[in-house]
């Protein structure tokens, strides 16, 4: 993001007129390498558009779209003129801010300075400015008022206990950006200030963009440190600017009124009382903003001129918006709205003046406000479009179609044979009106529908055996019952809006916000919220679900999501095979867990498939043939059989130890993400638990499990073993998967930010309370501590020093304590790192998409993701390497473990333990006893010297 930067401010800078100006400027921008000499051009044609004079002294040069080619690098550029420089009809600029960006970057930078501009003038301090500090404070300094309107109270919210409340608080805060990603971090919990009439008070003054103070209040009582808790204030406190509105509270609260607040049922209410701002009771109008660019410098101007004319006050804000809006005759406030294409405006104008300036204001956004725009979406196609995932464009589908007769060759994701007519699933767009009879009528509608997808929701529950499934659809319930949702809604209907629109509308901006934030439980809750509002939609409206074949089928999507689980019955589903995803997508996984076969990253043409097209799809080995002929079924239903057979004799044998035809012994295990499942590992063949994921006890709480919850689950999974191993990976929680009760900060890229181990030691209270009750767990049985997501030596020696320290008080006969190996630099320094662990645990998925640089959820390149590829095998082989020099063992937990073809190069390169889930437990130990170590260890140095995956993988098939 664009930032302003006292070195890149030039001091004392003289201009004979507004071209020489801009001359200096490009010079600048030029010299300093951001742009190409041909970007001065932009700046003339920029101005000839319209001025990029601000108000208060400043202007903002930048170039047009045309211009952008010749930009090298983002930034921006200050150029101070004392003297003044006419910048057209008398007004003077004594700071030009000059803006190279490639793309729509530097609104955000206008938004957040055009916050800085009070209702005074920062002319003349600019004009006298003698320092670059100086210059920076005046533009991020200005006194603010403190921000308390209907956007940061929330009455009736869901909440389980004081954490989430002020959890709710904070989203408040951020979604009227009073403060930025840290904030929460900054607040003291556990110093909360209680008020009296169940009033407590929470405030901090790190992260903080403006000053601002939310109130919410929880949908049922719930206590907090043995008192009731009725309302929390959050405050983000910059300066003096709350100090009004402290001793408004505090003279309520002598006066005995707490209650007022605790008890409100209205925002208007809660502001009143508090001094805040309440919308004015006006005339209002609203109209959809079409500009591209949403409103800009150039369209605000335009809006602002058009507002002038009229004598009286005239304020806009977002539709929907509790806020009292901002005052239209005023750019920068105009531009600190971030307004974009598709929003919808409301303007709002004093009684006196609103018949004439409301049309005026919705003609003149109508027509573009001086620019050229493309109509909007009609209103039904918009609130269907929003609810769907974006496909592949139908000219991409139509170009790729399938041919009969014609083989593909996907990514094998599950194995298996498959034969059946094909289903192509996409997001159906579905019309609806967008006026409602009245709000009692639609607020019923709503509410019968609600009631009733609830209800279907708790049969898939019911119905469902796998928990990650269970536990998706529970979410999906209680967002069902979220009273906040609902309210919004509500407020919607009230406008006239049908309760489709109104519930669509507020589904696609709740899951807006939440992509912006990347607050909630899983990375998926934006998604799973539209698809919940789909079920909803579907309901309103009456659409069926289209009807499966009555025979088995073979379902073709773009991708499956873990939402649309509920849909493929295992006796119904024969394979799956979509356009996109890897081997470790959402469709691989969830295909493999139910034991569907499959392919994925197909490519778009699959989705352009005739209905009912007879598919032979092989999950095996990823070939796709379609329209099959007769003696190609035949054929297949052959290698079907033999594979069937296969997987009997397997089953039989699935309790005897894998080893090699020359006596190489491979230990295999499974991997579990709950207690639950381990009788099922063990029955089916598992020597111990090589992976057990534990996010499922933390998430599983609306606050972090104590030690004796813990504990049990854990004492649940030993004793299912009966003695053999367990390995156990501490929490692995971070930005790309929060929990509720731990907001974290949202990340650029979270995968590269503070996740597993680094995460866990910032909050040692809770690692600490995890390890304790591992080893109480132990009773003299074989346990494995290992630590995810360790860089680096110092990590992993923090992280060891706390077990070391408990294991004094809680001793363990059987204890191991090693890592993860998911980060490259880990297996680069094995050989210091194996001095010191007792074992490495290879987590194939996250190593190989940081070593080949491609996020495996990526629709186009997350194909390529294979840890086959020979960078991937070259540190996996330096691992063992280093492990076995100094007697230390190595596992693989990730989906390679389970890769036919991967098998015989992990045994090759030494792996000692392969992990995998309970289903592949037969089939890999069966896959072992048909290999030669020896051979397989000539085989795997030979595919080190091979240049990519697909040649190891054609490899290892001529070979094995």
């Known amino acids: 993001m664009l930032e302003l930067n006292a070195q890149h401010i030039h001091m004392h800078q003289t201009a004979a007129d507004k071209p020489a100006a801009l001359a200096l400027l490009g010079e600048v921008l030029v010299a300093d390498g951001l742009v190409a000499p041909g970007y001065l051009d932009g700046l003339r044609a920029r101005e000839a558009q319209g001025s990029t004079f601000l108000g208060q002294g400043l202007a903002i040069p930048h170039g047009t779209p045309d211009t952008r080619d010749q930009v090298f690098t983002t930034g921006v550029r200050l150029l101070h003129f004392p003297e003044g420089v006419d910048w057209g009809n008398g007004q003077q600029v004594y700071l030009a801010i000059g803006i190279a960006a490639r793309s729509d970057e530097h609104l955000r930078l206008l938004q957040l300075l055009t916050r800085a501009l009070g209702e005074g003038d920062l002319s003349e301090a600019l004009q006298k400015a003698e320092s670059p500090e100086a210059i920076i404070d005046l533009l991020q300094g200005a006194p603010q008022a403190l921000a308390l309107d209907g956007e940061l109270v929330g009455l009736g919210v869901a909440a389980d206990d004081f954490d989430e409340l002020a959890w709710q608080g904070v989203k408040l805060l951020k979604r009227a950006q009073c403060v930025e990603p ?10 909360a200030l209680p008020l009296g009439d169940g009033l407590w008070w929470l405030s901090s003054e790190q992260s903080v963009l403006r000053p601002g103070l939310a109130f919410v209040t929880p949908a049922s009582g719930l206590d907090h440190q043995g008192q009731p808790l009725n309302g929390l204030f959050v405050l983000a406190s910059l300066g003096e600017a709350h100090r009004a509105m402290l001793e408004r509270l505090c003279n309520l609260l002598i006066e005995g009124r707490g209650r007022e607040l605790s008890q409100a049922t209205s925002s208007r209410v809660v502001l009143e009382a508090l001094g805040g701002e309440v919308p004015a009771d006006w005339p209002s109008a609203q109209v959809p903003l079409a500009n591209l660019h949403g409103l800009h410098a150039r369209p605000a101007k335009q809006l602002t001129e058009i507002a002038q004319a009229f004598d009286g006050d005239i304020r806009v804000r977002l539709a929907g918006s509790e806020s009292v809006g901002v005052s239209v005759k005023s750019l920068s406030k105009l531009l600190a709205l971030g307004a974009q294409r598709g929003q919808v405006l409301e303007f709002l104008a004093e009684p006196t003046i609103a018949s004439d300036a409301l ?20 209103p039904g ?28 060759n996907g990514i094998a994701a599950s194995p298996g044979i498959a ?21 009692v009528v639609e607020l019923q509608r709503l509410d019968v529908a609600l009631d009733k997808v609830h209800g279907e929701i708790g ?21 069902l019952r979220d009273p906040a949702l609902r309210e919004e809604v509500q407020a919607r209907l009230q406008k006239g809006l049908s309760a489709e629109a109104a519930w669509m509308d507020e589904i696609e901006s709740a899951a807006q916000q939440q992509e912006a934030l990347h607050d909630k439980l899983l990375a998926e809750r934006a998604a799973d919220l539209r698809d919940v509002g789909r079920r909803v939609l579907a309901c309103l409206t009456g659409v069926e679900a289209e009807q499966a074949p009555s025979e088995a089928y073979i379902l073709v999507m773009d991708e499956v999501a873990p939402s649309d689980v509920a849909t493929l019955n295992a006796q119904r589903v024969a394979g799956i095979l979509t356009a996109g995803g890897g081997a470790t997508s959402h469709s691989a996984i969830i295909a493999r867990a ?12 699959v989705l352009g498939l005739a209905p009912n097209t007879l598919l032979l799809l092989d999950g095996e080995r990823g070939e796709l043939l379609v ?27 699935r309790m005897e130890p894998a080893t090699t035809r020359d006596g190489h012994s491979v230990e295999i295990a499974a991997n579990i993400g709950a207690a639950g499942e381990t009788p099922e590992a063990v029955a089916m063949g598992a020597e111990g638990i090589g992976l057990l994921r534990t996010e499922l006890v933390f998430m599983n709480h609306s606050q972090a499990p104590d030690q004796a919850t813990q504990e049990a ?22 930005g790309d998967k929060p929990l509720p009760y731990w907001p974290m900060p949202a990340e650029e890229n979270p995968f590269l930010g503070v996740r597993g181990i680094r995460l866990s030691l910032q909050r040692p209270d809770i690692l600490e309370t995890q390890l304790r009750a591992l080893l109480a767990s132990a009773d003299g049985r074989p346990l494995r501590i290992m630590f995810p997501m360790v860089g680096n030596i110092d990590e992993w020696r923090s992280a060891k020093a706390m077990v070391d320290r408990l294991r004094v008080e809680l001793p363990v006969a059987d204890l191991q304590v090693g890592i993860m190996i998911e980060i490259p630099s880990a297996a680069l320094i094995a050989p210091v790192l194996a001095q010191e662990v007792d074992f490495f645990s290879i987590g194939t998925n996250d190593l190989t998409q940081y070593t080949l640089a491609i996020d495996r959820g990526h629709p186009s390149l997350s194909s390529q993701a294979d840890g086959l590829h020979p960078a991937v095998l070259r540190l996996i082989g330096m691992t063992v390497e280093a492990a076995h020099a100094q007697g230390k063992w190595v596992g693989v937990c990730g989906e390679l473990a389970a890769d036919a073809l991967a098998v015989p190069m992990l045994v090759g390169l030494g792996v000692d333990e392969l992990s995998v889930s309970a289903r592949s437990i037969a089939l890999v130990k069966a896959r072992v006893r048909e290999l030669d170590f020896a051979a397989c260890q000539r085989l795997a140095q030979q595919a080190l010297m091979l240049p990519g995956a697909h040649e190891v993988r054609t490899f290892v098939g001529e070979h094995c």
């Open 594 to 605: 139910l034991g569907i076969p499959a392919i994925v990253g197909a490519g778009p043409g």
């Open 381 to 408: 196609e918009a609130s269907g479009l929003q609810a769907v995932a974006a496909l592949p464009d139908e000219a991409a589908i139509e170009q790729a179609a399938l041919r009969h007769g014609e083989r593909v």
């Open 627 to 653: 329209s099959p002929t007769d003696a190609q079924l035949e054929q297949a239903r052959s290698e079907r059989a033999t594979r069937e057979e296969r997987k009997r004799l397997a089953n039989e044998r």
């Open 419 to 439: 034969i059946g007519p094909v289903l192509v699933r996409k997001p159906k767009v579905i019309d609806y009106p967008k006026r409602g009879e009245s709000p």
């Open 359 to 378: 049309p005026a204001l919705v003609r003149a956004v109508e027509d573009g406000l001086g620019e050229e725009v493309e109509p909007l979406p009609a």
């Open 713 to 734: 689950e854990y004492r649940r999974v030993l004793e299912a073993l009966e003695g053999r191993p367990l390995v156990v990976r501490t929490l692995d929680v971070g």
């Open 182 to 191: 840290g904030f929460n971090a900054g607040l003291a919990l556990g110093q």
């Open 459 to 479: 049969v898939l529950i019911e119905d469902s055996q796998i928990d990650s499934v269970r536990d998706i659809f529970t979410t999906h319930q209680a967002m």
